[in-house]
């Protein structure tokens, strides 16, 4: 699978972006679709994650209420619509997607294929 994330830019604080994630394979063979962040300094975070078969969404503690992860089957993409954005979600978000159970979907070890990152700006 490649996975292709777009959608990043500078916004300001309160503003919204949406990240995209488009998968070469097609999807009824993805088991999940997750969304990660790094911010400099710091290590890899989970943000989102969706269940490809089942359509469960799980959220970060961080982002939950503000940031809402979806699919479209038909473009075998992944959707992260980020609303009310603080600076402190400032970072390189990325995508993966798993091909089969691999654990939990909130751990880096829950994927096995990742895109390319996607940067993501929100000035105070």
């Known amino acids: 699978v490649q996975l292709q994330a777009s959608g990043g830019g500078l916004v300001q604080a309160g503003g919204s972006l949406r990240l995209s994630c488009a998968a070469s394979r097609r999807t009824f063979s993805i088991y999940a679709v997750g969304w990660f962040r790094q911010a400099p300094g710091k290590e890899r975070e989970f943000v989102a994650a969706i269940n490809w078969r089942v359509s469960s969404t799980y959220y970060a503690d961080s982002v939950k209420g503000r940031f809402t992860i979806s699919r479209d089957n038909a473009k075998n993409t992944v959707f992260l619509q980020m609303n009310s954005l603080e600076p402190e979600d400032t970072a390189v978000y990325y995508c993966?997607?798993?091909?089969?159970?691999?654990?939990?979907?909130?751990?880096?070890?829950?994927?096995?294929?990742w895109g390319q990152g996607t940067q993501v700006t929100v000035s105070s």
């Open positions: 993966a997607a798993a091909s089969y159970y691999r654990g939990s979907l909130r751990s880096d070890a829950g994927y096995d294929f």
